[in-house]
Structure formats: C-alpha cells, structure tokens
C-alpha cells in the first residue's frame, strides 16, 4: 500500500524535477549535455542488476539499439564496447555522432560523474556501429531490432507529444514482434498518458510495465524514477 501511493509519486517528483532541469538548461544557449555511462549502470537500471555473464548471454544474437546513447560508445566500460567485444549487435544512436565529438576535460568530468570509470577514448573500436540520426530516422530494416534502451532521453529530454509519437512509431516498425524498448527515468504511467488519438493508437501497439528503479540515495547517478518497458504485440 505505502510502495503503491509512495513510489509513483517519487518517481514523478523525480520526473519533474528533471525535467525543470532540461527546461533551465534548455534557456540557455548551450548545446545538449552528453554523458557516458558503464556496463554496472545498464546492468542496474535496465537488468535487474544481473551479472554482465547473464547479460551477455542472454543478449547472444540479439540487435540492439541504444537511443540517445550520448558518449557511451567512447567510454571502455560501456555496454556498447561489451557488447562489440562478445560479438553483440549493439548499435548506438545519437544525432551527435554524426560528426564525432570533440572531447574535452568537461566531457571526460561529466562522464566520471555519472559513473563511467573507463577510458574515455575519441578513437575507441566498433565506432562503425555509432550513428549519428535521430530516433525517428533508424538506419534498421523492419521488425529487425530485438531491444531498444534509452537513458536520459525519451521522456526527460524529448518530452514533446508529437516528436515522441513519431518516435514511438519509429521503433515500432524496426522492433520485432515481442521485442522491447526500455527507458529510463520516466514518471508513473498516468502521467505518460498521450493527449492526442493519433499518439494513443501508435501507444496502443505496445503493451506497457513498469518497475521502480534507481536509488534514492544515490539520487544523481541513479536518481529514483520508473524503468518502463513498451513491449511491440
Ligand atoms: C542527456 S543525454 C543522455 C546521454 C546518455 N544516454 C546518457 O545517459 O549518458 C541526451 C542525448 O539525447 C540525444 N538526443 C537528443 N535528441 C535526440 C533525438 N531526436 N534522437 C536521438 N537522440 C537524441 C542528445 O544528443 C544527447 O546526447
């Protein structure tokens, strides 16, 4: 009873206060933060804090695509150089990789303050498998992506109704059937709510779970929000 009542509402003030966040940051001129994170911070958040053994192998086969994964492809201890190095298909996504990024001692402190503890590397392998796109533009051919995560983008940086509907209608058409999109921090369900039909029929395609994750004491390298997972019928 007090988990029900209590943990909603922690995972929407958290919701809301990063998004004031973004906001505040957004009336600035400066341009998207980008940070990387490691394998202990996927594994945590988005796998029940299983090993990286189970992780890997449970993912063997599988295509992957990380949305918004910001520098995490420069970073040794990411999922994205785990993966590459067992062989996994995991792409990274971000409109920033279109160029390469320019790495500099602020990058490398952004990194290392949510978590990363690895080389942060600009010439770092399986850099072909880092596109520089957005969302609602994947380089995928259809029902052919196992799972998609997210970290810090869906929702607490693109919270627009319209872009996250053609989001949405994006990753339905490359995930396969009972494939997954998983994101993280998002508030309860009820305020996830879409307000437009056409948002609510492309919602309507994924059936949708939610768990707590994040831990309250350690609030901004794993702030106390809902891991939501939208599972394509
Ligand atoms: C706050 S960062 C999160 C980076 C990384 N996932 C992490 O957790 O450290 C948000 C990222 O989303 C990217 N982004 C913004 N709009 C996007 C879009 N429409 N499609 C894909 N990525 C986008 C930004 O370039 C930025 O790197």
Redesign the pocket.
């Known amino acids: 009873m007090i988990n029900s009542t209590v943990v909603p509402l922690v995972s929407n003030l958290t919701y809301e206060a990063i998004k004031l966040g973004t906001r505040v940051y957004g009336l600035s001129s400066l341009p ?6 490691s394998f202990g911070y996927y594994r945590k958040i988005f796998f029940d804090n299983k090993s990286e053994h189970q992780v890997l192998s449970e993912l063997k086969g599988q295509v992957i695509a ?7 492809p420069y970073v040794s201890d990411s999922m994205f150089q785990a993966c590459r190095r067992k062989g996994i298909s995991f792409y990274g ?4 990789l279109a160029n390469g990024f320019k790495f500099g001692l602020f990058d490398r402190f952004k990194v290392r303050v ?1 978590g990363g503890e690895g080389k942060i590397d600009p010439n770092a392998r399986g850099l072909e498998k880092g596109i520089g ?4 533009d994947l380089p995928f051919e259809d029902n052919s992506v196992d799972l998609v995560l ?4 869906m929702y ?3 919270n627009d109704d319209a ?1 996250l509907e053609g ?1 949405f209608q994006e990753f339905h058409r490359v995930l396969k059937l009972g494939g997954s999109v998983k994101i993280y921090p998002t508030p309860h369900l009820n305020t996830l709510e879409p307000k437009s039909d056409s948002f609510r029929k492309v919602m309507s395609q994924f059936d949708i779970h939610q768990k707590f994750a994040g831990d309250p004491l350690l609030f901004v390298k794993y702030p106390p929000a809902f891991m939501t997972t939208f599972t394509k019928r």
């Open positions: 998207v933060v980008s940070t990387g994170r990380d949305i918004g994964c910001g520098l995490t996504i971000d409109p920033k949510v796109t957005l969302a609602d997210s970290n810090y983008a607490a940086w693109i872009i989001i």
